[in-house]
């Protein structure tokens, strides 16, 4: 089983811990889904507790162990419906006869058989027990009656035992248990991406090209911006599932099929149109405009006339746009590009960090085969912290070829929000 282990989605565990020996085995089992990136709580039949406290789930799970139905003070805090709810999947390893018995009866007289009548999660069971236990008639039919409940039901090791018999019952390894959550969570997120797109659903806004800034009603200010990549990235986007619009400065491009597309001139214009986006609904914020640092102070009403040798023009400073939008309260996943001439890495990681950024996608533009007017491009992505996301060297390629791994790497970063 081999999938890339950096992009499996935040999920929420409940490892429910019955009465068994193998009990000791789930202490290392909560350590491996943690290592997955998974939120995990611990619920502890009262058998469990025979085997181990619920102190140690507790230290490793870094969450409150659930152990009782009837507690107001459990109650009050995450209660069992609650519980029921907050679980992307349940699973109950090991799993005990007595357990198993139950779920297959409905009963609900404790803690876990009430989480399990409750919860809509996906439920796998681990069974876990003496060979012979495994083979009783009643063990048998009580699990045919949950695989046709639609429990998931994983196997049992074959092997020596505890109680030193040799046969079906040991559970099997914390390792390969973390692996098969995380590879069924994988697998579920491969399968929407694959029929609805990896971006489904999601509202992107785009900045792209230049920014023109008046001097005075003939003259202006701008940059060589060809605003190829946002296009490129809006059409990426838009064959990803999303809903895109594009905020394109002066640009002589046709608008992607599909893609919504607001003209705007100058910064300040950029701003507002992508402000209003914002308002309307934003999921994702791509900044690849060359927008200009500076504008006129005080533009000319009349075209200015020749006069002297030397003429001043007094500039302010545009506000930021991709900073602007990062420090809403309801800011959406913000992506920024860094266009260098040296130390490009080190002066992206930091507008990363300045511009409060989810991921910054950067290129050295003083290399003369890629960037500004050229159809193709070479990028490092760095992620923000939080993410645990190892830097990405996207080798030099076609824009389109660029911008379909940026969509990529703006769905693994997201998976793990
Ligand atoms: O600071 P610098 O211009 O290098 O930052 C580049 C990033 O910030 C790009 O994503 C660009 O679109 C964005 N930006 C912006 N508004 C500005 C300046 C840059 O959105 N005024």
């Known amino acids: 089983m081999s999938f890339d282990l950096s992009v499996i989605p935040h999920k929420n565990i409940i490892l429910a811990v019955t009465g068994g020996i193998a009990a000791y085995k789930s202490a290392i089992l909560v350590r491996r889904l943690k290592d997955f990136g998974f939120d995990v709580r611990v619920v502890m039949t009262h058998g469990a507790q025979a085997f181990i406290t619920p102190l140690t789930f507790q230290a490793l799970s870094g969450n409150p162990v659930h152990t009782e139905l009837l507690d107001p003070e459990a109650e009050a805090g995450m209660g069992h419906i609650e519980l029921a709810r ?3 999947l349940v699973l109950v390893a090991p799993a005990s006869c ?4 139950k779920f297959a009866n409905g009963l609900a007289d404790d803690l876990l058989s009430t989480l399990y009548l409750a919860t809509k999660a996906p439920v796998w069971v681990a069974p876990a027990m003496n060979q012979q236990m495994w ?3 009643a063990t048998q039919r009580n699990l045919q009656t949950l695989v046709e409940d639609g429990v998931h039901v994983i196997m049992p090791d074959a092997g020596e035992q505890a109680c030193g018999d040799v ?4 559970m099997p390894e914390p390792e390969d ?3 098969q959550v995380a590879a069924y969570f994988h697998k579920a997120q491969r399968a929407i991406a694959e029929k609805f797109g990896l971006l489904a659903g999601k509202r992107v806004t785009i900045t792209a090209g230049p920014t023109r800034e008046a001097i005075d009603p003939v003259r202006y200010i701008s940059n060589h911006s060809t605003g190829k990549m946002g296009f490129a990235l809006a059409a990426a986007c838009y064959a990803a599932g999303a809903k895109v619009t594009l905020v394109a400065g002066p640009v002589s491009l046709d608008t992607p099929n599909g893609v919504e597309r607001i003209n705007v001139k100058s910064a300040m214009q950029m701003l507002d149109a992508s402000m209003n986006q914002l308002e309307e609904g934003c999921d994702i914020f791509i900044a690849t405009a060359a927008v200009a640092d500076y504008r006129v102070a005080e533009v000319a009403e009349h075209k200015i006339k020749k ?10 400073k545009n506000p930021d746009i991709v900073a602007t939008i990062a420090q809403q309260q309801q800011r959406p996943f913000m992506v920024g590009f860094a266009a260098e001439t040296r130390n490009v890495e080190e002066y992206a990681a930091g507008k990363l960090v300045a511009k409060k950024l989810d991921m910054i996608a950067c290129n050295d533009v003083s290399r003369p085969d890629i960037g500004f007017a050229s159809d193709e491009n070479a990028m490092t992505v760095f992620f923000a912290q939080s ?4 830097k990405r060297e996207l080798e030099k390629a ?6 379909q791994q940026l969509v990529e790497a703006i769905h693994d970063a997201l998976l793990q929000k």
């Open 86 to 88: 907050w679980a992307d």
């Open 98 to 101: 007595d357990t198993i018995a």
């Open 135 to 137: 083979a009783a008639k």
């Open 167 to 170: 046969g079906l019952g040991r």
């Open 177 to 179: 248990l973390a692996r």
């Open 307 to 316: 006069a002297g040798d030397e003429l001043a023009v007094s500039l302010v």
């Open 387 to 390: 993410y645990h996301l190892e």
């Open 398 to 403: 076609s824009k389109q070829e660029i911008s």
